[in-house]
């Protein structure tokens, strides 16, 4: 069992930027593939970002060059850093932890709100 708890959402105006933390309740030194998805009402869960242990990145066409996600395996922690963030990116972000055959995790969200 994975729990992720997720935190760092919030109010930002446009062209802003924001970080969003995600805490494992366990080791993610092995888990490969570690990833944020969002959803803003009305929309399907979309995958924002994914970084897989060896730090191959992959993103969702619509963040690129404003979104990076890292991970920090000793903290056991991912992070998602949004810049010039706009109005469309405002969704509930979620933490994602592929673990294969022993399961997908998610975590409970956080709001991000990009709004003037």
């Known amino acids: 069992q994975v729990h992720l708890v997720e935190s760092g959402g919030g109010l930002v105006q446009p062209g802003g930027s924001l970080t969003v933390s995600c805490a494992a309740s366990?080791?993610?030194?092995?888990?490969?593939?570690m990833g944020w998805y969002r959803q803003a009402p009305g929309k399907q869960r979309e995958l924002v970002a994914a970084?897989?242990?060896?730090?191959?990145?992959n993103y969702a066409d619509s963040v690129k060059g404003r979104f990076t996600i890292s991970r920090d395996n000793a903290k056991n922690m991912v992070y998602l850093q949004m810049n010039s963030l706009k109005p469309e990116d405002t969704a509930l972000y979620y933490c994602n932890a592929n673990l294969g055959i022993y399961g997908v995790y998610w975590g409970q969200g956080t709001q991000v709100t990009v709004s003037s």
């Open positions: 366990v080791s993610i030194f092995s888990i490969n593939a």
């Open positions: 970084i897989s242990t060896g730090g191959d990145r």
